[in-house]
C-alpha cells in the first residue's frame, strides 16, 4: 500500500452518526472515502487494490 502523501492527501474523519441525511447517504457503506475534487466515491466494501488505485489515480 502507498504511503499518503500529505501534500497531496488530506484525511477528514466524519462521525455520521448524529447526521440523519448522512447516515441516510452513507449508513451502509461505510467507511467511504470522497475525492473533493472529483467527487468521485469508494465505498466498503473495497480492497487494499482497489483502496490504492483510487488513492492513486484519483487525486
Known sequence: MVGLDP???QVDV????Y????????GERIPVLKN?????ELSWPFDA???ERFVVLKV
Do not use: C, N, P, V
Not at 466524519?14 to 452518526?17: E, S, V
Not at 447526521?19 to 452513507?26: C, F, T, V, W
Open 19 to 26: 447526521d440523519d441525511a448522512l447516515l441516510e447517504s452513507y
Open 49 to 51: 487494490e482497489q483502496l
Open 36 to 40: 473533493e475534487g472529483t467527487q468521485a
Open 7 to 9: 501534500e497531496r492527501h
Open 14 to 17: 466524519i462521525d455520521i452518526a
